[in-house]
């Protein structure tokens, strides 16, 4: 996630906080510090937008952790700060408090110390406490230690005890191992025991069909997408009761939008061809929940050194055709334009009718959009996946002129930027003094987060800011009941 220029847009913002470091929370500090102290309230603002929207889920624990870093980040921003991470499960929250730690948040830390702690008290009050204990155990262990915070007598004899006499579905869980497969495939649905902890429990037994049936509907949405290569060894291709159990569990994880990323890792790198289509129809499903308007074009560089840019445009392609209602053009260009018309295919399809496309040639990224001109094709929004170094005419800028004057509007333009050996000056060339949006994929190019990505273009260049802006924020009070409001409390209950 780096950052060539001091100037930094909104737009620049959400792009550079889009995509995913892979657990490496660190990638987030040097953006995302700049971003909060010179648009604080639109950080604040990102952060309740992309907890309903983001999937990238590092990025739901590091924002409000950066902002919290920030000494100038204003305290009625902070608590929107707090409040998201308030929401998270114990896991998120457990590395969102290590992260803060690293972070070495200057005032604020003895709050995040007392929100944990009202954290875990809240949760000790709650009914489903004794199910999310069975779920995160070591976890709210290590919570409970790290900010010294006190449990109850129940949650001490079940945690650090050991002792399970009132806790009736840790009993269950353990004698889960004694059980004859059928009784235990019973238990582990009658008792609705998590699918991680029963597969723990379980050993050898987790082989039996029976218990597989039972595994598959305790499965979460993204338990099923990441853990079907397993299932598949447990006899998914070869059981109808398995497979159909399967088929019904997608049909209803089909509603869920947050496992877009898994789903294509799952797809990837399953065997079985209809479990494979399976799977890529539920991240068809899940793609077409997260909707872009209009038409749109990617124009995709194929001149010489730039393979990895063809595979991308494939990808940003095939993401579009699910994301939107419109249509979505593909065209490849080095001197000349190769055109597809890709609207509603699937990425296998493209990937199939594009199979012969190699990079070769020079560079002029405007005689693709030149053959739309030509055409007479509209489009709402251009993705152009290229290093931006044109060394022929017809140039893009001079021919998008033409394009916006016969079409009436100047759409927005996104560039998907790649490495090249072509000297940097070309690339400087093309984007000074031209209005377009960038997402830097030189260094780690991250096939998994482009969903993530594409989903953030709009046809209007200011519309997703607005979105972000309309995003209500967060109170800390409004998601904890038992909540430290002053900062004396806030000393004396750190200092406890």
Same mark, same amino acid.
């Given at each position: 996630?780096?950052?060539?220029?001091?100037?930094?847009?909104?737009?620049?913002?959400?792009?550079?906080?889009? =995509?995913?470091?892979?657990?490496?929370?660190?990638?987030?500090i040097?953006?995302?510090?700049?971003?909060?102290?010179?648009?604080?309230?639109?950080?604040?603002?990102?952060?309740?937008?992309?907890?309903?929207?983001?999937?990238?889920?590092?990025a739901?624990?590091?924002?409000?952790?950066?902002?919290?870093?920030?000494?100038? %980040?204003?305290?009625?921003?902070?608590d929107?700060? %707090?409040?998201?991470?308030?929401?998270?499960?114990?896991?998120?929250?457990?590395?969102?408090?290590?992260?803060?730690?690293?972070?070495?948040?200057?005032?604020?830390?003895?709050?995040?110390?007392?929100?944990?702690?009202s954290?875990?008290?809240?949760?000790?009050?709650?009914?489903?406490?004794?199910?999310?204990?069975?779920?995160?155990?070591?976890?709210?262990?290590?919570?409970?230690? !790290?900010?010294?915070?006190?449990?109850?007598?129940? /949650?001490?004899?079940?945690?650090? =005890?050991?002792?399970?006499?009132?806790?009736?579905?840790?009993?269950?869980v353990?004698?889960?191992?004694?059980?004859?497969?059928?009784?235990?495939?019973?238990?582990?649905?009658?008792?609705?025991?998590?699918? !991680?902890?029963?597969?723990?429990? !379980?050993?050898?037994?987790?082989?039996?069909?029976?218990?597989?049936l039972?595994?598959?509907?305790?499965?979460?949405?993204?338990?099923?997408?990441?853990?079907?290569?397993?299932?598949?060894?447990?006899?998914?291709?070869?059981?109808?009761?398995?497979?159909?159990?399967?088929?019904?569990?997608?049909?209803?994880? @089909?509603?869920?939008?947050?496992?877009?990323?898994?789903?294509?890792?799952?797809?990837?790198?399953?065997?079985?061809?209809?479990?494979?289509t399976?799977?890529?129809?539920?991240?068809?499903?899940?793609?077409?929940?997260?909707?872009?308007?209009?038409?749109?074009? /990617?124009?995709?560089?194929?001149?010489?050194?730039?393979?990895?840019?063809?595979?991308? @445009?494939?990808?940003?392609?095939?993401?579009?055709?699910?994301?939107?209602?419109?249509?979505?053009?593909?065209? %490849? %260009?080095?001197?000349?334009?190769?055109?597809?018309?890709?609207?509603?295919?699937?990425?296998?399809?493209?990937?199939?009718?594009?199979?012969?496309?190699?990079?070769?040639?020079?560079?002029?990224?405007?005689?693709?959009?030149?053959?739309?001109?030509?055409?007479?094709?509209?489009?709402?929004?251009?993705?152009?996946?290229?290093?931006?170094?044109?060394?022929?005419?017809?140039?893009?800028?001079?021919?998008?002129?033409?394009?916006?004057?016969?079409?009436? =509007?100047?759409?927005?333009?996104?560039?998907?930027?790649?490495?090249?050996?072509?000297?940097?000056?070309?690339?400087?060339?093309f984007?000074?003094?031209?209005?377009?949006?960038?997402?830097?994929?030189?260094?780690?190019?991250?096939?998994?987060?482009?969903?993530?990505? /594409?989903?953030?273009?709009?046809?209007?260049?200011?519309s997703?800011?607005?979105?972000i802006?309309?995003?209500?924020?967060?109170?800390?009070?409004?998601?904890?009941?038992?909540?430290?409001?002053?900062?004396?409390?806030?000393?004396?209950?750190?200092?406890?």
């Amino acid at each position: 996630m780096s950052i060539e220029s001091t100037t930094l847009t909104k737009n620049r913002i959400i792009s550079e906080l889009s =995509k995913s470091p892979h657990g490496s929370l660190q990638e987030y500090i040097p953006i995302g510090k700049q971003a909060a102290a010179l648009e604080p309230e639109f950080f604040a603002h990102l952060i309740a937008w992309d907890a309903l929207h983001g999937q990238v889920r590092d990025a739901k624990v590091a924002l409000p952790l950066v902002s919290l870093s920030v000494l100038a %980040f204003p305290d009625e921003l902070a608590d929107n700060s %707090f409040a998201h991470l308030a929401k998270l499960n114990p896991r998120e929250l457990l590395k969102a408090y290590r992260f803060g730690l690293q972070l070495k948040l200057p005032s604020r830390m003895r709050r995040l110390r007392c929100l944990v702690s009202s954290y875990l008290q809240q949760l000790e009050s709650e009914g489903h406490w004794q199910r999310v204990a069975l779920q995160h155990r070591r976890v709210l262990k290590e919570l409970y230690a !790290l900010t010294h915070t006190k449990p109850s007598d129940r /949650v001490d004899k079940v945690l650090f =005890k050991n002792d399970y006499t009132d806790a009736y579905l840790f009993q269950n869980v353990a004698l889960l191992k004694t059980m004859s497969p059928s009784e235990a495939a019973g238990t582990i649905l009658e008792k609705k025991i998590p699918f !991680l902890i029963a597969l723990g429990a !379980l050993g050898k037994k987790a082989k039996d069909p029976d218990v597989v049936l039972a595994l598959i509907n305790r499965m979460t949405p993204t338990e099923l997408v990441t853990n079907t290569k397993m299932l598949e060894r447990l006899g998914l291709k070869t059981n109808p009761a398995l497979r159909g159990a399967f088929e019904l569990a997608l049909s209803k994880a @089909s509603t869920s939008k947050a496992n877009v990323l898994k789903t294509t890792r799952a797809a990837e790198h399953i065997e079985d061809k209809e479990l494979k289509t399976k799977l890529q129809g539920l991240q068809d499903k899940q793609l077409s929940s997260m909707s872009v308007e209009g038409n749109w074009l /990617v124009l995709a560089d194929k001149s010489g050194s730039m393979s990895a840019a063809i595979e991308a @445009s494939k990808l940003v392609a095939g993401t579009l055709a699910k994301l939107v209602k419109g249509q979505v053009w593909l065209v %490849f %260009f080095d001197t000349t334009p190769q055109s597809i018309d890709v609207t509603s295919l699937t990425l296998d399809q493209i990937r199939h009718v594009t199979q012969y496309i190699q990079a070769a040639g020079g560079t002029s990224i405007g005689c693709g959009l030149r053959w739309m001109l030509e055409m007479k094709k509209e489009v709402d929004g251009i993705a152009i996946v290229s290093d931006g170094c044109e060394n022929t005419a017809p140039e893009f800028w001079s021919v998008y002129k033409q394009y916006s004057d016969a079409f009436g =509007k100047e759409v927005p333009v996104y560039l998907y930027r790649f490495s090249s050996s072509d000297d940097p000056a070309y690339h400087y060339r093309f984007v000074t003094g031209h209005e377009l949006q960038e997402f830097d994929c030189r260094v780690g190019f991250d096939y998994y987060s482009l969903p993530n990505l /594409v989903a953030t273009m709009r046809t209007n260049r200011y519309s997703l800011v607005d979105e972000i802006m309309s995003t209500k924020l967060l109170k800390l009070s409004d998601v904890l009941k038992n909540t430290f409001s002053s900062k004396k409390e806030v000393r004396k209950n750190a200092s406890a």
